[in-house]
């Protein structure tokens, strides 16, 4: 199994910056990749970013590319979520989910965090 707990999450004005961390704990040999996702009130869970752990590669989603950067610090197993020009529409409860690839994560993550609120202003 594996634990991810998310933190970082608050509320800020449009046009602000937040960052979300992901701290990884039990069975991390066995996680290939790391995302985040989001869910607004009445709406489904979607893709935000995802981060090949060892190695290179990213993936974005079009509503936030060239606004977001996800990154990791592998010793201290952790994923980021540097989130700029933030506007309304990115308000939602955010998740920290594990998978095997980039392109199976989308989909079918195998872990979940708990999730942390960003509130956006306008």
């Known amino acids: 199994q594996v634990q991810l707990v998310e933190s970082g999450g608050g509320s800020v004005q449009a046009g602000g910056s937040l960052r979300l961390s992901c701290a990884s704990s039990?069975?991390?040999?066995?996680?290939?990749?790391m995302g985040w996702f989001r869910q607004a009130p009445g709406k489904e869970r979607e893709f935000v970013a995802g981060i090949i752990v060892f190695g290179s590669g990213t993936s974005y989603a079009d509503s936030v590319q060239g606004r977001f950067t996800i990154s990791r610090d592998n010793a201290k197993k952790t994923v980021y979520l540097q989130m700029n020009s933030l506007k309304p529409d990115d308000t939602a409860v955010y998740y920290c989910?594990?998978?095997?690839?980039?392109?199976?994560?989308?989909?079918?993550?195998?872990?979940w965090g708990q999730g942390t609120q960003v509130t956006v202003s306008s």
């Open positions: 039990g069975r991390t040999s066995s996680v290939h990749v």
């Open positions: 989910a594990a998978g095997e690839t980039l392109a199976k994560i989308k989909t079918t993550p195998i872990y």
